[in-house]
């Protein structure tokens, strides 16, 4: 059986254009023992993805430069990152803006404002899987 893993062992890599959302992703997550890296933007949050190592990606799906939806898009076109969870987050909450995000390959799509016990409990769950 594999040994279980702390939270304070898992790395999260959260994105979104808007600092004050980081600041709260960081501040939820990292309270509840996770530790956090963050980028401004899709294309940032690749070099990171490209350079180090994570468990999980929380991700806007509004940014500039690289949205939410074609990070996704990448992270499952690479070999080394294809099953590494990803989880949208957007403001946009209708039928067919969730099903592009899933459909892109988000294996969750949580709308802004966010519950923190409802991100963490999708978080765990997808880190447990």
């Known amino acids: 059986m594999p ?5 304070e062992a898992l790395r999260v890599l ?3 254009d808007d600092e004050k959302i ?9 309270n509840a023992g996770y530790t956090i890296e963050t980028a401004s933007n899709g294309a940032e949050a690749m070099r990171l993805l490209m350079q180090e190592s994570f468990d999980l990606v929380v991700a806007d799906v509004e940014m500039p430069e690289l949205d939410g939806l074609a990070l996704v898009a990448l992270v499952r076109a690479d070999r080394v990152l294809q099953n590494l969870p990803v989880v949208l987050l957007s403001a946009h909450d209708s039928d067919s803006d969730m099903m592009k995000g899933l459909l892109q390959g ?13 991100l963490l409990t999708a978080v765990s769950r997808l880190l447990s899987e």
């Open 3 to 7: 040994e279980a893993t702390t939270p």
């Open 14 to 16: 959260v994105v979104d």
């Open 22 to 30: 980081r600041r709260i992703l960081h501040a939820n997550l990292s």
């Open 106 to 118: 988000a294996d969750l799509y949580l709308t802004k404002p966010f519950q923190p016990t409802e």
